[in-house]
Nanobody, 120 residues
Framework: QVQLVETGGGLVQEGGSLRLSCAAS????????MGWFRQAPGKVRDFVAL??????PTYYADSVKGRFTISRDNSNIYLQMSSLKTEDTAVYYC???????????????WGQGTEVAVSS
């Protein structure tokens, strides 16, 4: 079992920045690929960024490339979001155990989500 807790969401103006954090506990965190997913109102949950367990390769959805950066340390993953757009408004979820590359398959472990709202 892996427990995940996201923090860092909030309200920000378009063009602004936010940093999301996800604290992991439980089984060996370093063994897991990790990822950020998001779900906007009325839409399906979709992947945003992934980071591998070893050598930490990263993958990004086309919509966030060049604006978002995923990283990890011993027990956390982060999502640095810059140049935010109104279409980035969503609940952001941390995920553990996902596949890497396309198609993306989420892992079995999810956090409770943190809400990001971008105003124009």
């Amino acid at each position: 079992q892996v427990q995940l807790v996201e923090t860092g969401g909030g309200l920000v103006q378009e063009g602004g920045s936010l940093r999301l954090s996800c604290a992991a506990s439980g089984r060996t965190f370093s063994d897991y690929n990790m990822g950020w997913f998001r779900q906007a109102p009325g839409k399906v949950r979709d992947f945003v960024a992934l980071i591998g367990a070893t050598e930490h390769p990263t993958y990004y959805a086309d919509s966030v490339k060049g604006r978002f950066t995923i990283s990890r340390d011993n027990s956390n993953i982060y999502l640095q979001m810059s140049s935010l757009k109104t279409e980035d408004t969503a609940v952001y979820y941390c995920n553990a155990g996902n596949s890497l590359g396309v198609p993306v398959h989420p892992g079995p472990y999810w956090g409770q989500g943190t809400e990001v709202a971008v105003s124009s």
